[in-house]
């Protein structure tokens, strides 16, 4: 495990107090040393100028930021100019992605079409400058008419130019485990890092799995059914079930784990601590 990476994931913040909120969260998390903080890009391009000032002010404190960067409603003109602004910051690493289109909006409303056409523009720009990560779905894309054309997808962006990813969050290992083993007989022997979802409320995640293609186990969905409004009995289960999830995918070889903050630290720094990952000493 000494060379696995874990790294954690905010949101930009909607308004001053959230502002507050996730450089509290961000200091928290500090102490345990993320290997970076990626920034997410919101459906077409809602958070541009939010992921943009956050991914600088996480930069400027010194911290290792990684903003994500999206197809939807981008015009090559403005990833260009976006890539440059950060290249000039010193920003090295993106998280490329094709995004979510925003209701009622069909394609990608902008130059792009797939997260491989980032990737290639990345990269034709500018070399190997950027560590390019892309999305990968180990339960298939909502999108995607099947899970093999789902996997070419993935090959496809990775014949593009991408140095490793991230997968959607999961609760089933095996699904994870079976998805690396099927790209990696195809040839893309990338590191392919699992995303983590902490669970602290049910039905905030029933919306977000629905929504997303994740799924949440049966016996995983009783039980927190069970729970009702229990919000303790809610996040014990939840740490107890992703903890062992995170302990697993360690022991069968992942290069790392990815949380989804959600822009709070309590249930991350939990988990972090329960399944045994580096803290700095000192």
């Known amino acids: 495990m000494p060379d696995a990476l874990f790294s954690v994931e905010f949101s930009p913040p909607r308004n001053p ?12 998390l500090a102490r345990v040393a993320p290997a970076f903080y990626s920034v997410t890009f919101g459906a077409g391009g809602s958070t541009r100028d939010g992921t943009l000032s956050t991914t600088l002010e996480i930069r400027q404190a010194g911290l290792d930021a990684v903003p994500h960067i999206s197809c939807v409603a981008s015009t090559r003109a403005s990833v260009l100019e976006l890539l440059q602004t950060y290249r000039a910051a010193g920003i ?7 995004g979510d289109a925003p209701s009622g909006m069909a394609g990608s409303g902008g130059d792009f079409r ?3 056409d980032l990737v290639e523009l990345i990269r034709a720009v500018h070399g190997d400058w950027f560590h390019i990560d892309v999305a990968a779905y180990p339960e298939t894309h909502p999108q995607a ?14 014949r593009a130019g991408a140095d490793s990813a991230i997968t959607q969050y999961f609760y089933n290992d095996e699904a994870y485990l079976r998805f690396v083993d099927e790209v990696g007989r195809l040839g893309c022997d990338i590191p392919i890092v699992p995303g983590i979802m902490p669970i602290t409320n049910y039905t905030q995640l029933a919306r977000f799995s629905d929504a997303c293609g994740a799924e949440i186990p049966r016996w995983i969905r009783r039980r927190l059914e069970s729970f009702g409004d229990d919000r303790a009995a809610i996040r014990a289960f939840g740490a107890d079930v992703v903890t062992a999830l995170c302990v697993r995918l360690l022991e069968h070889g992942a290069p790392g784990l990815h949380f989804y903050t959600m822009n709070a630290s309590t249930a991350t720094l939990e988990i972090w601590q329960r399944a045994g990952l580096p803290v700095p000493i000192g």
Do not use: I
Request: charged share 35%.
């Open 17 to 28: 107090e959230g502002a507050e909120k996730l450089r509290a969260t961000r200091a928290e």
């Open 92 to 98: 090295r690493h993106l998280v490329a992605l094709r």
């Open 114 to 116: 797939y997260a491989a």
């Open 145 to 158: 008419r099947s899970p093999a054309e789902d996997v070419q997808n993935f090959v496809r962006k990775v």
